[in-house]
Protein backbone atom coordinates (compact mmCIF):
# COMPACT_ATOMS: atom_id res chain seq x y z
CA UNK A 1 0.00 0.00 0.00
CA UNK A 2 1.54 3.44 -0.96
CA UNK A 3 1.63 5.82 1.38
CA UNK A 4 3.22 9.14 0.19
CA UNK A 5 -0.72 10.14 0.09
CA UNK A 6 -1.15 10.28 3.68
CA UNK A 7 1.85 12.08 4.88
CA UNK A 8 0.65 15.22 5.58
CA UNK A 9 -1.12 14.18 8.57
CA UNK A 10 -0.45 17.91 10.06
CA UNK A 11 1.69 15.95 12.78
CA UNK A 12 3.64 19.70 12.32
CA UNK A 13 4.06 22.45 14.89
CA UNK A 14 4.91 25.78 15.28
CA UNK A 15 3.28 29.24 17.35
CA UNK A 16 0.20 30.15 15.41
CA UNK A 17 -1.86 32.41 16.70
CA UNK A 18 -5.00 30.10 17.54
CA UNK A 19 -3.75 26.85 16.28
CA UNK A 20 -0.77 24.04 16.73
CA UNK A 21 0.38 22.31 14.45
CA UNK A 22 3.06 19.40 14.80
CA UNK A 23 6.57 19.18 13.12
CA UNK A 24 9.95 16.95 13.18
CA UNK A 25 13.64 18.31 12.21
CA UNK A 26 16.68 18.50 13.86
CA UNK A 27 19.23 20.70 13.33
CA UNK A 28 22.22 21.06 14.71
CA UNK A 29 25.87 23.52 14.45
CA UNK A 30 28.29 21.77 16.93
CA UNK A 31 30.14 23.83 19.69
CA UNK A 32 31.56 23.50 23.38
CA UNK A 33 28.46 21.28 24.38
CA UNK A 34 29.93 18.39 26.46
CA UNK A 35 30.15 14.46 25.69
CA UNK A 36 27.72 12.99 23.53
CA UNK A 37 25.53 11.16 26.20
CA UNK A 38 25.38 14.07 27.93
CA UNK A 39 26.84 12.66 31.31
CA UNK A 40 23.79 9.92 31.24
CA UNK A 41 26.16 6.97 30.64
CA UNK A 42 23.93 5.36 28.31
CA UNK A 43 25.06 4.21 24.93
CA UNK A 44 24.07 7.00 22.49
CA UNK A 45 21.55 6.48 19.27
CA UNK A 46 18.85 8.28 18.01
CA UNK A 47 20.06 11.85 18.84
CA UNK A 48 18.48 15.23 16.95
CA UNK A 49 22.44 14.90 15.41
CA UNK A 50 21.11 12.41 12.80
CA UNK A 51 19.22 15.26 10.71
CA UNK A 52 22.29 16.83 8.38
CA UNK A 53 21.27 19.22 5.70
CA UNK A 54 23.21 21.74 3.62
CA UNK A 55 19.92 22.09 0.98
CA UNK A 56 21.93 21.53 -1.86
CA UNK A 57 19.31 19.21 -3.91
CA UNK A 58 17.11 20.32 -6.47
CA UNK A 59 14.37 18.81 -4.27
CA UNK A 60 13.96 18.07 0.01
CA UNK A 61 15.41 14.95 1.19
CA UNK A 62 13.25 12.53 2.18
CA UNK A 63 13.11 12.69 5.85
CA UNK A 64 11.79 16.29 5.02
CA UNK A 65 7.58 17.24 4.95
CA UNK A 66 6.63 20.76 3.80
CA UNK A 67 3.13 22.28 4.73
CA UNK A 68 1.21 25.63 3.91
CA UNK A 69 -1.47 27.80 4.37
CA UNK A 70 -2.15 31.16 2.95
CA UNK A 71 -2.22 32.71 -0.76
CA UNK A 72 0.98 35.41 0.49
CA UNK A 73 3.41 32.55 1.41
CA UNK A 74 5.23 29.55 -0.70
CA UNK A 75 5.99 25.93 0.00
CA UNK A 76 9.62 25.77 1.68
CA UNK A 77 12.09 24.68 -0.84
CA UNK A 78 16.19 24.48 -1.61
CA UNK A 79 17.00 27.26 -3.78
CA UNK A 80 20.55 28.00 -4.57
CA UNK A 81 21.93 25.52 -1.22
CA UNK A 82 19.86 27.35 1.13
CA UNK A 83 15.80 26.33 2.54
CA UNK A 84 13.96 29.07 1.30
CA UNK A 85 10.62 29.76 2.01
CA UNK A 86 8.95 33.31 0.09
CA UNK A 87 6.82 35.43 0.99
CA UNK A 88 4.42 38.31 -0.84
CA UNK A 89 2.63 41.48 -0.36
CA UNK A 90 -1.19 41.48 0.24
CA UNK A 91 -0.93 40.41 3.80
CA UNK A 92 -3.88 41.89 5.83
CA UNK A 93 -3.00 42.17 9.57
CA UNK A 94 -5.87 39.76 10.63
CA UNK A 95 -4.21 37.16 8.68
CA UNK A 96 -2.18 34.15 9.60
CA UNK A 97 -0.50 32.90 6.50
CA UNK A 98 2.54 30.23 7.33
CA UNK A 99 4.69 27.73 5.78
CA UNK A 100 7.05 25.07 7.62
CA UNK A 101 9.07 22.35 6.77
CA UNK A 102 9.53 19.35 9.07
CA UNK A 103 10.69 16.18 9.29
CA UNK A 104 8.52 12.84 9.73
CA UNK A 105 10.43 11.75 12.56
CA UNK A 106 11.30 12.20 16.39
CA UNK A 107 14.86 12.49 17.87
CA UNK A 108 16.26 12.39 21.11
CA UNK A 109 17.24 16.07 22.24
CA UNK A 110 19.29 14.65 25.74
CA UNK A 111 23.24 15.19 25.57
CA UNK A 112 22.59 16.60 21.93
CA UNK A 113 21.33 19.93 19.86
CA UNK A 114 19.70 21.26 16.87
CA UNK A 115 20.91 24.33 15.71
CA UNK A 116 20.91 26.55 12.16
CA UNK A 117 22.36 29.31 10.39
CA UNK A 118 19.80 32.19 9.55
CA UNK A 119 20.98 33.71 5.97
CA UNK A 120 17.85 35.87 6.04
CA UNK A 121 14.83 36.74 8.46
CA UNK A 122 11.66 39.44 7.72
CA UNK A 123 10.30 41.52 10.44
CA UNK A 124 6.90 41.09 8.80
CA UNK A 125 6.97 37.64 9.09
CA UNK A 126 8.35 35.76 12.42
CA UNK A 127 10.81 32.93 11.75
CA UNK A 128 11.86 30.17 14.29
CA UNK A 129 13.56 27.23 15.17
CA UNK A 130 11.30 24.58 17.58
CA UNK A 131 10.90 21.59 19.06
CA UNK A 132 7.91 19.63 20.69
CA UNK A 133 6.33 16.68 21.71
CA UNK A 134 5.09 14.64 19.06
CA UNK A 135 1.04 15.00 18.38
CA UNK A 136 -1.16 17.63 17.98
CA UNK A 137 -1.46 20.75 20.38
CA UNK A 138 1.11 19.62 22.47
CA UNK A 139 3.77 21.63 24.18
CA UNK A 140 6.81 23.84 21.96
CA UNK A 141 10.06 25.62 22.49
CA UNK A 142 11.28 27.70 20.13
CA UNK A 143 13.81 30.63 19.21
CA UNK A 144 13.25 33.75 16.76
CA UNK A 145 12.35 36.76 15.19
CA UNK A 146 9.35 38.49 15.68
CA UNK A 147 9.59 41.72 14.48
CA UNK A 148 13.01 43.90 14.94
CA UNK A 149 13.65 40.98 18.09
CA UNK A 150 15.08 37.83 18.92
CA UNK A 151 12.46 36.05 21.31
CA UNK A 152 12.70 32.66 23.10
CA UNK A 153 9.14 31.39 23.82
CA UNK A 154 7.13 28.57 25.02
CA UNK A 155 3.92 27.34 23.92
CA UNK A 156 1.78 24.54 26.05
CA UNK A 157 -1.89 23.96 24.54
CA UNK A 158 -4.46 25.99 25.12
CA UNK A 159 -2.58 28.36 26.62
CA UNK A 160 -1.35 30.81 24.90
CA UNK A 161 2.53 31.42 23.78
CA UNK A 162 4.75 32.98 26.35
CA UNK A 163 7.48 34.95 25.40
CA UNK A 164 10.55 33.72 27.80
CA UNK A 165 13.28 36.40 26.78
CA UNK A 166 13.46 39.19 24.07
CA UNK A 167 16.07 41.51 22.55
CA UNK A 168 16.52 43.40 19.60
CA UNK A 169 17.17 40.78 16.83
CA UNK A 170 21.29 41.78 15.57
CA UNK A 171 21.98 39.78 12.49
CA UNK A 172 26.11 39.73 13.25
CA UNK A 173 25.62 37.72 16.92
CA UNK A 174 22.04 35.88 15.94
CA UNK A 175 23.56 34.31 12.66
CA UNK A 176 23.19 31.08 14.17
CA UNK A 177 20.30 30.10 16.65
CA UNK A 178 21.08 26.67 18.23
CA UNK A 179 18.42 24.32 20.96
CA UNK A 180 20.01 22.46 23.24
CA UNK A 181 19.93 19.76 26.08
CA UNK A 182 21.81 20.75 29.15
CA UNK A 183 21.15 18.81 32.37
CA UNK A 184 17.52 18.01 31.76
CA UNK A 185 16.97 22.06 30.86
CA UNK A 186 16.67 23.51 27.32
CA UNK A 187 19.02 26.05 26.54
CA UNK A 188 18.33 28.98 23.59
CA UNK A 189 21.40 29.97 22.04
CA UNK A 190 23.17 31.98 19.44
CA UNK A 191 25.82 33.07 17.98
CA UNK A 192 28.25 34.78 15.35
CA UNK A 193 30.15 33.72 12.54
CA UNK A 194 33.46 32.98 14.76
CA UNK A 195 31.09 30.37 16.59
CA UNK A 196 31.03 30.31 20.31
CA UNK A 197 27.40 30.11 21.44
CA UNK A 198 25.94 32.46 23.91
CA UNK A 199 23.20 31.46 26.30
CA UNK A 200 19.60 33.63 25.67
CA UNK A 201 17.19 32.14 27.39
CA UNK A 202 16.66 28.41 29.46
CA UNK A 203 14.34 26.51 30.07
CA UNK A 204 14.29 24.70 33.37
CA UNK A 205 11.48 22.46 33.30
CA UNK A 206 10.53 21.22 29.91
CA UNK A 207 6.84 20.47 29.60
CA UNK A 208 7.82 17.13 27.46
CA UNK A 209 9.90 14.34 27.42
CA UNK A 210 13.39 15.40 25.85
CA UNK A 211 14.32 12.05 24.72
CA UNK A 212 10.96 12.33 21.72
CA UNK A 213 11.04 15.34 20.15
CA UNK A 214 9.85 16.58 17.10
CA UNK A 215 11.34 20.09 15.50
CA UNK A 216 10.48 22.73 12.38
CA UNK A 217 11.15 25.58 10.42
CA UNK A 218 8.37 27.81 9.97
CA UNK A 219 7.88 31.18 8.54
CA UNK A 220 4.73 32.70 9.91
CA UNK A 221 2.87 36.21 9.21
CA UNK A 222 3.07 38.74 11.59
CA UNK A 223 0.89 41.36 10.37
CA UNK A 224 0.10 43.42 7.50
CA UNK A 225 2.63 43.13 4.70
CA UNK A 226 3.11 44.51 1.78
CA UNK A 227 6.82 43.46 0.47
CA UNK A 228 7.86 40.44 -1.28
CA UNK A 229 10.97 38.62 0.11
CA UNK A 230 12.09 35.32 1.83
CA UNK A 231 13.65 33.71 5.14
CA UNK A 232 16.13 31.11 4.54
CA UNK A 233 17.87 28.40 6.82
CA UNK A 234 20.93 26.39 5.90
CA UNK A 235 23.65 24.86 7.48
CA UNK A 236 21.35 21.89 9.48
CA UNK A 237 23.56 20.25 11.66
CA UNK A 238 26.88 20.50 9.90
CA UNK A 239 29.01 20.25 12.46
CA UNK A 240 26.81 17.58 14.10
CA UNK A 241 27.62 13.94 15.12
CA UNK A 242 25.02 11.39 13.38
CA UNK A 243 24.55 8.66 15.80
CA UNK A 244 22.94 5.63 14.06
CA UNK A 245 19.42 4.90 14.53
CA UNK A 246 18.76 2.64 17.73
CA UNK A 247 17.69 -0.64 17.70
CA UNK A 248 14.37 -1.56 17.21
CA UNK A 249 14.25 -3.57 20.09
CA UNK A 250 14.03 -0.39 21.90
CA UNK A 251 9.99 0.10 20.13
CA UNK A 252 8.33 -1.69 22.52
CA UNK A 253 4.83 -1.09 23.89
CA UNK A 254 2.16 -2.79 26.40
CA UNK A 255 -0.81 -0.28 25.14
CA UNK A 256 -1.38 1.03 28.69
CA UNK A 257 -2.43 4.32 29.10
CA UNK A 258 -2.64 7.23 27.18
CA UNK A 259 -3.86 6.20 23.93
CA UNK A 260 -1.86 6.19 22.02
CA UNK A 261 1.28 6.90 23.66
CA UNK A 262 4.19 9.19 23.18
CA UNK A 263 6.06 6.36 20.70
CA UNK A 264 3.48 6.85 18.13
CA UNK A 265 1.97 9.19 15.50
CA UNK A 266 -1.52 8.64 14.98
CA UNK A 267 -1.82 9.08 10.95
CA UNK A 268 -5.91 7.71 11.54
CA UNK A 269 -8.78 8.76 9.30
CA UNK A 270 -12.07 7.84 11.13
CA UNK A 271 -10.68 5.62 13.64
CA UNK A 272 -11.11 5.29 17.63
CA UNK A 273 -9.28 3.87 19.95
CA UNK A 274 -10.06 2.42 23.58
CA UNK A 275 -7.88 0.62 25.93
CA UNK A 276 -8.20 -2.75 27.57
CA UNK A 277 -6.92 -4.88 30.09
CA UNK A 278 -3.09 -4.06 28.31
CA UNK A 279 -4.93 -4.31 24.89
CA UNK A 280 -4.96 -1.44 22.29
CA UNK A 281 -8.78 -1.93 20.64
CA UNK A 282 -8.56 0.58 17.12
CA UNK A 283 -11.89 0.73 15.26
CA UNK A 284 -12.37 2.18 11.72
CA UNK A 285 -15.24 3.39 10.03
CA UNK A 286 -16.24 1.62 6.53
CA UNK A 287 -14.13 3.43 4.01
CA UNK A 288 -11.01 4.74 6.75
CA UNK A 289 -7.99 3.23 8.34
CA UNK A 290 -6.90 3.55 11.73
CA UNK A 291 -3.02 3.64 11.08
CA UNK A 292 -0.25 4.16 14.18
CA UNK A 293 3.22 4.83 12.92
CA UNK A 294 6.27 5.07 15.23
CA UNK A 295 7.35 8.71 15.96
CA UNK A 296 11.33 7.61 15.44
CA UNK A 297 12.58 5.47 12.76
CA UNK A 298 14.67 1.81 14.03
CA UNK A 299 17.36 0.29 13.23
CA UNK A 300 16.22 -3.94 12.31
CA UNK A 301 19.83 -4.89 10.98
CA UNK A 302 21.85 -7.10 13.07
CA UNK A 303 19.30 -9.83 14.08
CA UNK A 304 16.93 -7.21 14.90
CA UNK A 305 13.15 -7.88 15.05
CA UNK A 306 9.61 -6.29 14.99
CA UNK A 307 7.15 -8.50 17.10
CA UNK A 308 3.32 -7.95 17.13
CA UNK A 309 0.48 -9.73 19.32
CA UNK A 310 -2.76 -9.56 17.42
CA UNK A 311 -5.75 -10.75 20.17
CA UNK A 312 -8.54 -10.49 17.47
CA UNK A 313 -8.00 -9.68 13.63
CA UNK A 314 -11.02 -7.47 11.71
CA UNK A 315 -13.44 -10.55 10.61
CA UNK A 316 -15.98 -8.50 7.93
CA UNK A 317 -14.87 -8.84 4.20
CA UNK A 318 -12.66 -6.63 2.85
CA UNK A 319 -11.46 -5.38 6.32
CA UNK A 320 -7.77 -5.84 6.86
CA UNK A 321 -4.74 -5.59 9.53
CA UNK A 322 -1.38 -4.61 8.36
CA UNK A 323 2.37 -5.08 10.30
CA UNK A 324 4.49 -2.39 7.91
CA UNK A 325 8.05 -1.57 8.37
CA UNK A 326 8.88 1.47 5.50
CA UNK A 327 11.92 3.61 5.42
CA UNK A 328 12.04 7.29 4.38
CA UNK A 329 12.10 6.70 0.52
CA UNK A 330 8.55 4.67 0.56
CA UNK A 331 10.11 1.26 0.61
CA UNK A 332 8.53 -1.07 2.79
CA UNK A 333 7.96 -4.69 3.72
CA UNK A 334 4.79 -5.35 5.07
CA UNK A 335 2.25 -8.47 6.10
CA UNK A 336 -1.40 -8.39 6.01
CA UNK A 337 -4.31 -10.49 6.23
CA UNK A 338 -7.38 -9.91 4.66
CA UNK A 339 -10.28 -12.30 3.97
CA UNK A 340 -9.04 -15.42 5.64
CA UNK A 341 -5.60 -14.49 3.44
CA UNK A 342 -2.06 -14.39 4.57
CA UNK A 343 -0.16 -12.16 2.30
CA UNK A 344 3.53 -10.34 2.60
CA UNK A 345 5.09 -8.05 0.02
CA UNK A 346 8.22 -6.58 -0.38
CA UNK A 347 8.22 -3.22 -2.42
CA UNK A 348 10.14 -0.29 -3.89
CA UNK A 349 7.55 2.43 -3.76
CA UNK A 350 4.45 0.85 -5.09
CA UNK A 351 5.92 -1.87 -7.26
CA UNK A 352 6.58 -5.24 -5.42
CA UNK A 353 9.37 -6.74 -5.56
CA UNK A 354 8.54 -10.10 -3.83
CA UNK A 355 5.59 -11.48 -2.10
CA UNK A 356 4.19 -14.35 -0.61
CA UNK A 357 0.25 -15.58 -0.08
CA UNK A 358 -1.34 -18.30 1.83
CA UNK A 359 -4.99 -18.87 2.89
CA UNK A 360 -5.33 -19.20 6.89
CA UNK A 361 -8.41 -20.46 8.08
CA UNK A 362 -7.30 -19.72 11.98
CA UNK A 363 -4.73 -16.45 11.88
CA UNK A 364 -1.66 -16.79 14.50
CA UNK A 365 -1.86 -14.94 17.36
CA UNK A 366 1.63 -13.49 16.93
CA UNK A 367 3.39 -11.99 13.85
CA UNK A 368 7.27 -10.77 13.35
CA UNK A 369 9.26 -9.41 11.23
CA UNK A 370 13.29 -9.96 11.51
CA UNK A 371 16.30 -9.41 10.41
CA UNK A 372 18.89 -12.43 9.28
CA UNK A 373 21.76 -12.52 7.95
CA UNK A 374 20.88 -8.98 5.53
CA UNK A 375 17.31 -11.16 4.88
CA UNK A 376 14.06 -10.17 6.16
CA UNK A 377 11.92 -12.95 7.56
CA UNK A 378 7.96 -13.24 8.10
CA UNK A 379 7.19 -15.39 10.65
CA UNK A 380 4.23 -16.53 12.90
CA UNK A 381 3.60 -17.95 16.50
CA UNK A 382 0.51 -18.86 17.83
CA UNK A 383 2.18 -17.71 21.40
CA UNK A 384 5.30 -15.37 20.79
CA UNK A 385 7.88 -18.37 21.37
CA UNK A 386 7.70 -21.14 18.63
CA UNK A 387 7.89 -19.23 15.57
CA UNK A 388 6.74 -20.54 11.93
CA UNK A 389 9.22 -18.57 9.31
CA UNK A 390 6.44 -18.50 6.59
CA UNK A 391 9.11 -16.80 3.81
CA UNK A 392 12.36 -14.95 3.36
CA UNK A 393 12.65 -11.57 1.47
CA UNK A 394 15.83 -10.05 -0.07
CA UNK A 395 15.85 -6.22 1.02
CA UNK A 396 18.94 -5.22 -1.00
CA UNK A 397 18.28 -2.33 -3.12
CA UNK A 398 15.10 -1.96 -1.49
CA UNK A 399 14.52 -1.41 1.90
CA UNK A 400 16.69 0.78 4.41
CA UNK A 401 17.01 -1.35 7.11
CA UNK A 402 19.39 0.86 8.78
CA UNK A 403 16.25 3.32 9.34
CA UNK A 404 12.62 2.28 9.25
CA UNK A 405 9.48 2.88 10.86
CA UNK A 406 6.93 0.51 12.50
CA UNK A 407 3.49 0.83 11.07
CA UNK A 408 -0.15 -0.44 12.74
CA UNK A 409 -2.81 -0.35 10.62
CA UNK A 410 -6.47 -1.62 10.34
CA UNK A 411 -8.53 -0.69 7.27
CA UNK A 412 -12.24 -1.19 6.84
CA UNK A 413 -14.09 -2.10 3.53
CA UNK A 414 -17.83 -1.58 3.67
CA UNK A 415 -18.24 -2.71 7.13
CA UNK A 416 -16.19 -1.22 10.61
CA UNK A 417 -12.99 -3.25 11.23
CA UNK A 418 -12.23 -3.65 14.72
CA UNK A 419 -8.60 -5.05 15.77
CA UNK A 420 -7.15 -6.02 19.26
CA UNK A 421 -3.38 -5.73 19.88
CA UNK A 422 -1.62 -6.95 22.74
CA UNK A 423 1.53 -5.25 22.88
CA UNK A 424 4.56 -4.57 20.63
CA UNK A 425 7.59 -6.13 20.84
CA UNK A 426 7.03 -6.72 25.22
Known sequence: ?????????????????????????????????????????????????????????????????????????????????????????????????????????????????????????????????????????????????????????????????????????????????????????????????????????????????????????????????????????DQLNQDAVATPACPIAELTDSFDPPVPGPLWVDRSTGCAFQMGDETLLGTAEPGLLCELVSAKAYSIEAGGSLAVEIVEFPSAAGNSFTLRLEDLEGDQVWVRRRDGVLRAELDIRDSTVDDFEMATIVPAGWWRLRESGGDLVVETAPDGIDWDPLTTFDPSGAIDLAEVRAVLEIEAAAEPASAELGGVNP
Open 1 to 233: MARGARLSFAALFFAVPGCSLLVDTDVGVRADGGGLDGGSGRAECGTIGRLQDEFTGSVLAPVWLTQQQGAHVDVAAPVGGKLRIGFHAGVLAGDTDYSVAFTQLAYDLRGDSIAVRMDAVDSAWRSSLAVGEPGANRPQIGIGTEGSSLIGWTLDPPTDRVVLESRRYDPATDLYWRIRESGGAVELETAGEAGGFVRFARVEDPAFPLDNVYAALPVVSGGASDQDGAIEY
